[in-house]
C-alpha cells in the first residue's frame, strides 16, 4: 500500500505542476502554434497535442525551472504546429530522403572554454530549428531518441539524422572560423 | 579537458541553453480558448490527479496500452414518476493492455454539469477527509484510516469519457449496483474497484478494503439531501 501512497502524493505534486504549466503557458504555446499554422481550431489542436506531450515527460521536466519547462513547451508547440501545418499542406519532410553525411571526422575541442560553448550555442540557434530543436530535446533535457521522436513527431531515424546533420554543420561552421 | 563536437554541443547546451527561447515571445496577447479545448484539457488535468496515470504515461507504456474496453451506455426509460433511470452498459473487445480507456457513447440524457451531489452514506466514522476535490463537471474525494484508502468519484458522463484505468491482470466482472449495471474488479494494487451509471453520474469507488464493504460503500451512495 506504500506504493500506491507514495504514487498519489507524487502525482499530486505532478498535478500541481501540470496545472501551473497550464495555466502559465497556454496562450504563450497559443501564439507560437497560430504563427506556424494561422489557424485558431489547429493552433489550440496543437496546443492540446503539447499538453499530452507534457503530460507524458513529466518526470523530465518536474525538476527544471519555469523557464526551461516554457522553453521546452515551446519546442514542442513549434513542432506539433508544423507537423499539422505540413499535414493540411499535404506536404511530406522526409529526412531519411536528406543527403547521408559522414561523422567520422575525429577533432578534438576545448569543452572548458565557455567563449567556445558560447560560439557553438550561437551556432546552434542559427540551425534551422528542426535541428537545433532536437539537439536541446537530447542534451537539455537528457531525453532519449524515442522520447524526442514521440514529442516531436518524428521517427527515430529522423531523430539520428537531424542530429547527425546538426553536428556536421556546427562542425562545419567551427572548421570555417578557424579558416579564417 | 577535451572531447568530441558531440561533448563540446553538450556543454554548450548545458551551459547556454537557458537562452535558446527568444523571451519575447513572453509578450503575448491572451487567447481565449474554445470550449472544447477546455473541456479536453480538464479531461488530462483530471488524469493527471488519478493515480494510475504514472502507469501509463510514459511512452513505452503508453505503446502498451490499448483501448480494449469499450462501454457503451444507453439511456434509459423513465420508469416510473419517481423518473427514476436504468442505465444500460456493455462491454465490448477483450483487455490486452496493463491498462484499458474507457469509451462512453455520450448522450444528451446525462447532465453535462454536477447538478446533483451525491455522497456516501456508508458509516465512515472511523475515517477521515483526506483530500477532496470539485467542480462542475467532477468531484473526488478520498478518506483515510490507518492504512486504508477509500476513494470516491462523482463524474459527468462527458468527463467519465477517455478515463484510462490500471486493469492489468485484472479479471472484470459485470455486476450491479442499486439495480443499475456496475463493473467490478480487483486491480493489481489490491484495491477493489467498483463502476457504476445511475443514468445521471458515473460512480467510482476504490479502496482496499473487502470486496463486500466496498459493495455496501457503493450501495449506500445517495444523493444529498
Redesign the interface.
Known sequence: ?L???L??I???S??KL??AF?TGY???M???A?DIIHD??LA?DA??NS??IL??N??KVSDQTM??V??FL??VVRNQAIKIYNKQKDITYCDDALDDVSDN????????N?E???K??GY??ELDSSY?DV??MK??YGMKT??IA?SLGLTAEGVHTRLRR??VK??QK?AEEAMT | ?????????????????????DTS??S????E??A??ER??RK??K?????Y??LV????R?SFTVIAMVILMTVTTMMSVGAVREAVFRFFSDIFGSTSTVHVTVDNQHPETIEEIYDITYDLSDFTLDSKDENEWFRRIEYIYE?K?LVFYQDTQDMFEGSVINTEDADIKETEVNGFPATYFLDN???NKIIWDNGKYIFTILA?LPKEEVFEIAKSVKASE
Request: glycine share 4%; proline share 2%.
Open positions: 500500500m506504493g500506491a501512497y504514487t498519489l507524487d502525482n499530486e505532478d498535478k501540470f496545472e497550464y497556454k496562450s504563450m497559443y501564439n507560437v497560430f485558431v481550431h489550440e496546443v492540446m499538453f499530452f503530460a507524458r513529466m518526470e523557464s526551461e516554457r522553453n515551446v519546442v571526422i575525429n577533432v578534438v575541442y576545448e569543452l572548458e565557455k567556445l560553448q558560447r557553438v550555442f546552434i540557434k537545433s539537439l536541446m542534451y537539455f524515442a522520447e514521440k546538426a553536428t556546427i562542425r567551427l | 579537458m577535451n572531447g568530441n563536437i558531440q561533448e563540446l554541443m553538450k556543454c554548450s547546451i548545458e551551459n547556454f541553453g537557458d537562452s535558446y527561447i515571445l513572453l503575448y496577447e491572451p487567447h480558448f474554445s472544447r479545448f479536453k484539457m488530462l488535468i488524469k493527471q490527479r488519478r493515480f496515470f504514472p504515461k510514459t511512452p513505452l503508453l492504512d484508502v494494487h489490491g484495491n482496499n
